[in-house]
């Protein structure tokens, strides 16, 4: 919200610079984001008249202007159309700079010469959008700087962040109000004083009657006649142009005016259109329409508090005015309209119908039911000085339950325990009074402009913002008295990331949301969609993180970095199963171009299924998952069928390895293959404890045995080891597979596997007679299961 | 018979003529001076050998016996030196560089703050990322109509379930769970409906940090904001505390650390007022202690929030916060 400097001091005086004021009024709660000048230096812009307008001989749109600045007069072509001779205008002159850094040259435009330039407000930086040159309603002297003209009294904008508990801050009054708390200075009221027209009540034009009393608990209503509808003051304009407001007409204005100085909304009805001499306020229908002023029909949301003539509705109360009621150029009497309304009511309804306006953004916060007639009688007093209007007597008002202020009981001792403080209950009443507030015997009356103040606490706060929360004090943390309980989840998260980042791999952290067609490559249904996505391409929670991780393999396979080993850690949104999503965490890993990149001394070679599944093994056995068991993956999915493993934990699968289907790695533009694995974390964390005991190490030598076997390609070598492991006894010790050879010099369809296997005991050196009898026994064993021969 | 030493001369002239490495010069030694070469086998036939020639012939043998096994040893001496053609180490060249991994700088910064506050005493907490509406508003003190929602833009997932705005429901879990004293952090991802930029992510990360027991005050919450300030930019960062205003806190401040780029004088980065603004913190409202069943009168309590995307981008002076998650391995390989 913004207000202007030498504003605020016709309704309080202080010292302060604008500076010192903004850092006093950041320091009690109210940010100032932006502070500036209102008149942006500009020079060489001088008071020009205009005697003499002609058409541009080569330009339909163009005018000739012949300028006068009092002692030369000068060419200036001008493309405005509201260029009329005898005009009062700002000129730049050849050399001038204006506020955007643009500089005025002598120029040829279709080949007549400019000398200059009439400016518009725009192009002196004093409103963000205009129309045209400005013409000065002032008479100002042909030759005067412009720029010192305007910066006579040198005025500064202050934009603050009003913080949505302070409705009553969307407002200069409001804002006063602050400084005079800060200053101890008093601040008052514009003095309101104008003569009512006695000839006539109220009455005789305007019955109000509120029938939804929760919606709309006050209504009230001045008539205002014999209007004359026309620009508003060059003071009334500039004042609202600093705060972003463009000035529309002098009714219009006064009612915007009147609102950022009180922030109380007004609505300006035309009495013509007002039917049956009455105003009723009642809630919305189901499905009930009406076209608002700006032209657009909508569907009213239920409860929604609509004002209505004897007749038909004429506005949204609160939101926004009916096209059919508006006020236009023809315009003699209206009805000004100045109510309380239902925040929640407000709230709701602005919502639903997508309409944010001045007036809802102040109702939905809490407007002052009691400030209604100051609003109502400041407009009329400024229409009746900017408009010649007559003011009819008497308020039109149904206020049925009047609002009183409210009371807070507060304990000393209570606020400051909870500020860390000691003041005395004396400094803490003196203290909250400065806000306007009165305290007698540890009790607050709350004017009803702050519906921010409920219960103690919230007085707590008032205290130590006016004191300023610097001068609180600081209790330093000098020794921790309270031990933290170890988190679970933390800790075996941490356990798998340790794992990971031991295997020399990168973290990536990636996006949650997908693009729904991303998302169905790895999960048609139970998907987790967002009811209102940012945009097409994050409308889905991923199911898994390989999006993620395949996104940043494409990204950096574009940028030529094609060899790439990344995992990621974090949560997957799976389905609906109770009350809210599934949500566990993953952990998974991909591999993607060369082992290694290519050097000197070695040659690069593309990466296999053996590389991602070796990576998942080292990691389990990183983690102490023990009982873990590969089986071949035969599900339909995003993974390749005859390249792909599950990983079974007491049978149950907590995760998959493998290569990814070619055509999921396509839908990100990956050509070469990408291998990957990813392990359901939460379900691992009830299988493992994470915590591994020591196994004693053997101080006897131990004896190595070599076999081979021929046998049929079909075996996978697994199966082997696995027997051999089940039946060698616990002398066995180590075991693996050391060469696959298949060739001439077997028959077709065998191949030879040879395993390599370590016996020891942790009591005794082993004899060779024992360890042959074992030996034996698995030649046997495996020749007999797998219909295998011993190769020699 | 004379000529048969000759002979054998002539042979393992031209032979030892074409050594040219070790493994041939052994094999020679074997054909001429083995146990079964030629040479040997000559003496065996010394016994054949008529009388008269026989000190001839012998005298013969061993002069070729003598010959062949100098010829031997010198050529054997020559291999056996180092050769003088080895290429000598080119150490400019590049070693075998093992793969470098590393964590992520967002989680490198995470692990930071989270080991900041452990060692303050603060247990570490998560939740879930998409909330019920209780969790992750009402139970906070901001029912349905209140204004304070416009102020994060909520993405739902159903009219009750949303994805949560803030880590502040990760408090209401732990109340619901733990009786005070409790004093815990809960860092995680949070999401606002924010249309990607260089400074807004629609995802991001924050800290939550919440401490319950008797008697803990506003000094509380100064002191614990100044400790961390103190340890994660160094001594000479100044906090400053702004009165503000979120539901679930009353008194609420928004807290400042004097700028980490210039400590404080003013520069670009601070557009020159020499704060940087932190986060939003205060001492926990009473409603939301009703909605945990927490006994207001005896307890009080101070919550904080950090942003975890913000410190990392100050820290290592980042000026776009979707570097973070394009995972641009360029990007990521230099933390």
Known sequence: MKITYNWLKEYINFEESPQQLADKLTDAGFEVEELYPLIQPFSRVVVGKVEQVDKHPDADKLTVCMVSDGTETYQVICGAPNVTSGQIVPFAKVGAELPAGFKIKKAKIRGVVSYGMICSKEELGIEAKSEGIWSFSESYEPGKDVYQILNSNADYVFDFFITPNRADCLSLIGIAREVAAITGNPFKYKDIDFGEDSGNSVDNFIKIHIQDTEGCPRYAARVIRDITITDSPEWMQARLSAIGIRPINNIVDITNYVLMELGQPLHAFDLAEIGGNEINVRTSEKNEKFTTLDDKERVLPENTVMICDGNRSVAIGGIMGGQNSEVSGSTTDILLESAYFNPEYINRSSKKLGLNSEASQRFERGTDPNGVLRALDRAASLMVDLAGATVVKGVADDYPQPFFPGQIEFESWRINRLLGTDFSSEFISETLQRLGLTVENSIATIPTFRVDLKIEVDLAEELGRLVNYANLPTKEVTEITYEAPPSTTEKRLNLVRDAMLGLNLREAFSSSMLKSSEAKLFQQKDLVSILNPISDDMTTMRPSLLAGLLRAISFNINRSTSDIQLFEIGRVFKSFNNSLPDQPHYLAMVLSGNRQPEAWNSTSQPIDFYDIKGYLESFCSKIALDNFQFILYDKSGYYSKDETVSLLVNNKEIGLCGRLKPEVCQYFDIEQPVYAFEIDLDAISELTNFERQYQAVSRFPFSMRDLAFVLDESIPAGDILEAIRKNAGNLLQDLNVFDVFRGESLPAGKKSVAIRMRFQSLDRTLSDKEVDTIFRKIIKLIEKQFDATLRT | ?335
Request: overall charge neutral; hydrophobic content about 40%; glycine content about 8%.
């Open chain 2, 1 to 335: 018979m004379l000529d048969k030493i000759q002979r054998i001369k002539e042979k393992f002239e031209s032979e030892i003529k074409q050594v040219q490495d070790l493994p041939q010069l052994e094999a020679v030694r074997i054909k001429f001076l083995g146990r079964k070469g030629s040479i040997s086998n000559t003496f065996a036939m010394l016994s054949e050998v008529p009388k008269e020639i026989k000190p001839q012939f012998g005298q013969g043998l061993n002069q070729l016996k003598k010959f062949a096994e100098g010829r031997y040893e010198a050529l054997k001496k020559q291999f056996d030196k180092p050769k003088v053609d080895t290429p000598v180490l080119d150490l400019s060249l590049s070693g075998r560089k093992p793969s470098i991994g590393g964590k992520h700088p967002l989680l490198a910064v995470a692990d930071e703050i989270k080991s900041i506050f452990s060692s303050l005493g603060f247990a570490i907490e998560d939740g879930p990322e998409i909330e019920t509406d209780f969790y992750n508003f009402e139970a906070l003190n901001i029912p349905k109509s209140h204004p304070a929602r416009d102020m994060q833009d909520t993405l739902y997932i159903t009219e009750d379930i949303v994805l949560r705005t803030h880590t502040s429901p990760v408090q209401i879990r732990v109340m619901e769970q733990q009786a005070p004293p409790i004093r815990m952090i809960a860092p995680g991802r949070v999401y606002r409906r924010d249309t990607p930029d260089a400074s807004h992510s629609p995802f991001f990360h924050q800290v939550e940090g919440l401490m319950v027991d008797e008697g803990v005050s506003f000094a509380d919450l100064k002191g614990i904001i100044a400790a961390f300030a103190h340890r994660m930019f160094g001594k000479d960062i100044d906090v400053r505390f702004r009165p503000s205003f979120f539901p679930f806190t009353e008194p609420s401040a928004e807290y400042d650390f004097s700028c980490v780029f210039c400590r404080g004088k003013g520069c670009n980065v601070c557009k020159g007022t020499g704060w940087m603004e932190i986060s939003g913190s205060g001492m926990v409202h009473p409603n939301v202690f009703k909605s945990v069943g927490i006994d207001n009168e005896k307890y009080t309590g101070y919550a904080f929030g950090m942003g975890i995307d913000r410190i990392a981008m100050l820290k290592y002076g980042i000026n776009d916060i979707r570097l973070f998650f394009e995972n641009d391995l360029r990007f990521l390989n230099q933390f």
